[in-house]
T-cell receptor, first 112, second 113 residues
Framework: NAGVTQTPKFQVLKTGQSMTLQCAQD?????MSWYRQDPGMGLRLIHY???????DQGEVPNGYNVSRSTTEDFPLRLLSAAPSQTSVYFC???????????FGQGTRLTVV | KNEVEQSPQNLTAQEGEFITINCSYS?????LHWLQQHPGGGIVSLFM???GKKKHGRLIATINIQEKHSSLHITASHPRDSAVYIC???????????????FGKGTLLTVNP
């Protein structure tokens, strides 16, 4: 039981490049979400999913795409990276809407 | 204005002191989470509350739904408790399809030996 596995841990991108942040959980959690953490801003919700095939936007969705084809995986795609997307990204999951949350280890992304 | 306000922003204590971190929110909620993040580290869930009080070791979390307020207490604080403590609320509006958690900006706790 690995919990929430998030990769990569570090990434440097050039402006305009695309990439996918991977998030997988092996706890059969229905709810999964992506957050970005910026200094002085706290954690902000990018996208979330309440089950396979169901996704919705959070507070800061622009520039990011998600899909949820399986219960286990919830990848986050940056289509055309911008310096404003430099941040630390966290994936999280929970069993049920009011379940305790498990977080991935985080991805520190720098866009130059 | 952020829907979730934490106080204080920064807190320095001596080892052994009793610590209180506060979280106030402005919307009706289904649940409130307390999270811990060590410097440069990942995020760990400490508590999920929908009412009353929970205790785990030296940590106690309380919530007052009517007053829209929660507190996290640490008894007999230790340098290893030094971390950022984050409050997050799950709004009750929207039902099961709404999972839009809103976070406070965190409280940086430093416990000196």
């Amino acid at each position: 039981n690995a919990g929430v596995t998030q990769t990569p841990k570090f990434q440097v991108l050039k402006t305009g490049q695309s990439m996918t942040l991977q998030c997988a959980q092996d706890m059969n959690h229905e709810y999964m979400s992506w957050y970005r953490q910026d200094p002085g801003m706290g954690l902000r919700l990018i996208h979330y999913s309440v089950g396979a095939g169901i996704t919705d936007q959070g507070e800061v969705p622009n520039g990011y795409n998600v899909s949820r084809s399986t219960t286990e995986d919830f990848p986050l795609r940056l289509l055309s990276a911008a310096p404003s997307q430099t941040s630390v990204y966290f994936c999280a999951s929970s069993h049920g809407r009011q379940g305790a949350m498990g977080f991935g280890q985080g991805t520190r992304l720098t866009v130059v | 204005k952020n829907e979730v306000e934490q106080s204080p922003q920064n807190l320095t204590a001596q080892e052994g002191e009793f610590i209180t971190i506060n979280c106030s929110y402005s919307v009706g909620i289904s649940a409130l989470h307390w999270l811990q993040q060590h410097p440069g580290g990942g995020i760990v869930s400490l508590f999920m509350l929908s009412s009353g009080k929970k205790k785990h070791g030296r940590l106690i979390a309380t919530i007052n739904i009517q007053e829209k307020h929660s507190s996290l207490h640490i008894t007999a604080s230790h340098p290893r408790d030094s971390a950022v403590y984050i409050c997050a609320v799950l709004p009750s509006r929207g039902g099961g399809s709404n999972y839009k958690l809103t976070f406070g900006k965190g409280t940086l706790l430093t416990v000196n030996p």
